[in-house]
């Protein structure tokens, strides 16, 4: 079956620099690609999303960038917070359907 | 209410009992999900509801799971004969097309 996962599995960062947290999928005919953070003990609430027309897409603080070539999408964090600790997953799908990927846990240190 | 709740927010049971986990969805959204995590892993699809259309259950791992949604609003995920694998954070989410809101989560335990 189709699959999507991420390249790297946990991430630490100095509070105030960028992170950048990359996830590759598998399914060509996904349409839809979403980023989600999750807190410990939380639900995963909704960051940034982005339709396969783009490739580019921002936020505040955060960036999703789509290569359809390559099928990779990442997330960008500017000057990263220390609440910004969490788990980030990407999710991708076409219609109703969510494929999720495991999650990269990203750490910030002060 | 303001966003999804689930309920309870957790469940210790033994092996063999059944459990009902509950999910209220935001008002007037017409698709609700659930959602399985298990420790340290992603979110696992369970089962996917859209108005009154036949729901998607595509990803029960097995026939001791089933759910309802009754009124188009209010949904319950039952387990019958509860396994230790079973054990695991269980979310709900509602939607209206895009974004999923996804509630707090129901954890449970099975011993």
């Known amino acids: 079956g189709e699959s999507v996962g991420l390249h790297l599995p946990t991430l630490s960062v100095q509070e105030g620099d960028n992170s950048i947290i990359n996830c590759a999928y598998s399914n060509s005919a996904s349409d839809y690609f979403i980023w989600y953070k999750q807190e410990s003990g939380k639900g995963p609430q909704f960051i940034i999303d982005i339709r396969s027309n783009m490739d580019k897409r921002q936020g505040q603080r955060v960036t999703v960038l789509l290569n359809k070539t390559v099928k990779h999408l990442s997330l960008q964090i500017a000057a990263t917070q220390p609440g910004d600790s969490a788990v980030y997953f990407c999710?991708?799908?076409?219609?109703?359907?969510?494929?999720f990927g495991k999650g990269t846990s990203l750490l910030v240190t002060p | 209410g303001a966003g999804v709740s689930q309920s309870p927010s957790n469940k210790v049971t033994e092996k063999g009992k059944d459990v009902e986990l509950r999910c209220d969805p935001i008002?007037?959204?017409?698709?609700l999900y659930w959602y399985r995590q298990s420790l340290g892993q992603g979110l696992e699809f369970l089962i996917y509801f859209q108005g009154n259309s036949a729901p998607d259950k595509s990803g029960l791992p097995s026939d001791r799971f089933s759910a309802e949604r009754t009124g188009g609003s209010v949904s319950t995920l039952t387990i019958q004969r509860t396994q230790q694998e079973d054990s695991a954070v269980y979310l709900c989410?509602?939607?209206?097309?895009?974004?999923?809101?996804f509630g707090e989560g129901s954890r449970l335990t099975v011993l």
């Open positions: 989410a509602s939607s209206l097309g895009g974004e999923l809101f």
């Open positions: 008002s007037g959204h017409t698709a």
């Open positions: 999710a991708e799908g076409s219609g109703y359907a969510l494929n």
